[in-house]
């Protein structure tokens, strides 16, 4: 039986996707952070033609790009919860509910409760899912901005890290930070930037499952979010480098 071309490249192809695949997480693991950051720079100083500008964005993109996963605290160690909230559900009335994402993340807090018995500061939609599962002494809700029509004001990150310390009088410990895992990272420097010693929780799975109904277009499926991630960072890295200049008088 001859084969034909076609079919003979179907093969060859599947076969190169399957090493690739089978390949490429051991290629991965045997580079190290160092030589995946010079790899990239080298890379970009011949599409940049700048080594300096290749070498800053090499960083950059390691550290903000490629990077997912903060620092963790062990249990033993916690001072106080500091939980973000991440999307919502939006009824037919126009009313706001928390939606399956925030009650994921509100199960995760009361878990790290109750292996600690220390103060929580949760996002609204986070502390309604709580409930009574919290004593009312150990909770406290940052709630955002009712508008004179009615409607809520969204809460910024950056608002909910403020909205933690002014509540907390400034001194939240060691503080374990959750969030959803993909906005993880972010809600951990964004406290760090208020002055919060933040965290992520050792030995916690964070919530990882997108609710296709969020109200947040942004929070509906993984890929849309990561890109939103990126450019969130992006974009805060640029206002960075905005104000350096800007403080250089240039």
Do not use: C
Not at 33 to 54: C, F, G, P, R, Y
Not at 84 to 110: C, H, I, K, W
Not at 190 to 197: A, L, N, V
């Amino acid at each position: 039986m001859q084969l034909s071309k076609k079919f003979i490249k179907n093969i060859i192809g599947l076969s190169f996707i399957s090493s690739f695949a089978i390949s490429a997480p051991s290629i991965a693991n045997t580079l190290t952070d160092a030589e995946l950051q010079n790899a990239i720079e080298a890379k970009l100083t011949v599409q940049l033609e700048s080594a300096d500008v290749a070498a800053y964005t090499a960083e950059f993109l390691m550290n903000e790009i490629l990077t997912w996963k903060g620092e963790e605290l062990p249990m033993n160690e916690v001072n106080s919860i500091l939980a973000y909230a991440f999307g919502n559900r939006v009824m037919s009335n126009g009313n706001q509910v928390p939606g399956p994402m925030n009650e994921a993340l509100a199960d995760t807090v009361v878990e790290i409760y109750k292996q600690t018995g220390k103060p929580v500061y949760a996002q609204w939609e986070i502390a309604q899912s709580i409930g009574d599962r919290i004593p009312a002494k150990h909770l406290f809700s940052i709630d955002p901005k009712i508008a004179p029509d009615g409607t809520l004001t969204y809460l910024s990150t950056n608002g909910v890290a403020e909205e933690a310390v002014k509540q907390s009088g400034g001194d939240m410990g060691k503080t374990v930070v959750v969030g959803f895992y993909e906005h993880s990272l972010r809600t951990i420097i964004t406290s760090k930037r208020f002055g919060i010693d933040a965290y992520a929780p050792e030995g916690i799975k964070l919530p990882h499952d997108y609710d296709e109904q969020s109200g947040q277009g942004w929070t509906r499926d993984a890929k849309t979010f990561v890109i939103h991630e990126v450019s969130n960072r992006a974009a805060n890295e640029r206002n960075r480098l905005i104000e350096i200049a800007t403080s250089e008088g240039k």
